[in-house]
């Protein structure tokens, strides 16, 4: 699959930022005039849509960070999941009664929630895929892994009847805190630790790059968090 253009993807990005803020923005003012008028059924209906669109917006923002970059298909898979997600839940909210609602549509979101959620924070930490730690990669892969298998446990637990209840609710815990704990532990190794050879160290040129040049690539690639590498990618593909 082709990378998307970085331009694009910094259009996309701008585009659900602006969602963002206009649905909480209007979240708060239907929810000031719920508290201060009382409200019929059609401003729930707003209030609900602008929550829904707002907290939706956020998870595709944190899927669309991967555009751009090799595991690109993540990132798209947790934005089409968020779109399905907000299409879903409007149409619960102004399309169909809840008194009409067809067999597992509440199951349906609820998985589509769940996954959502999941495909953000693993969007979020698969930022950390191309550096070379070992300890990085390695703990990086195994909160992946540990987080699938809370999703898991989710969607089993919303569509099936576990036949052993405290055993899949002590497990189900287990894995969440090892989930947890990787989700704090990883980012916080990704800023301690530093790759080997991952970006040359200032005023030591290659063949061709000057001291100076070399110098304000370093300075660039730390001041937006990044490698060198991928700094100078977009220009090398272009």
Known sequence: MSAQS?????????VIVIVIIAAFSIAALAGIMV?????DEAMWQVL???LTVGLYSIAALCSSTLLGRPLAVVGLVGVAVAIAGIAL?????WGTPETEWDSGVLELLGSLITLSAGFSVVSLLLLLAERRHVAIRASLWVTVGLVAVVVGFVLFLIWGDPSD???FARTLGVFS??????IVLVPVMGLLLK???????????GPGVSAELADRLVAEAARRGISVEELVEPVLRA
Not at 89 to 93: P, Q, S
Request: net charge neutral; proline share 10%.
């Open 48 to 50: 609900a849509t602008t």
């Open 35 to 39: 508290l201060l008028q009382g409200a």
């Open 177 to 182: 805190i090892l989930a947890a704990l990787g």
């Open 6 to 14: 970085p331009s694009g993807v910094s259009r996309l990005r701008r």
């Open 165 to 167: 209840g405290e055993t």
């Open 89 to 93: 839940a409007l149409w619960m909210i």
């Open 195 to 205: 790759d080997p050879s991952a970006s040359p160290e200032p005023g030591a040129a």
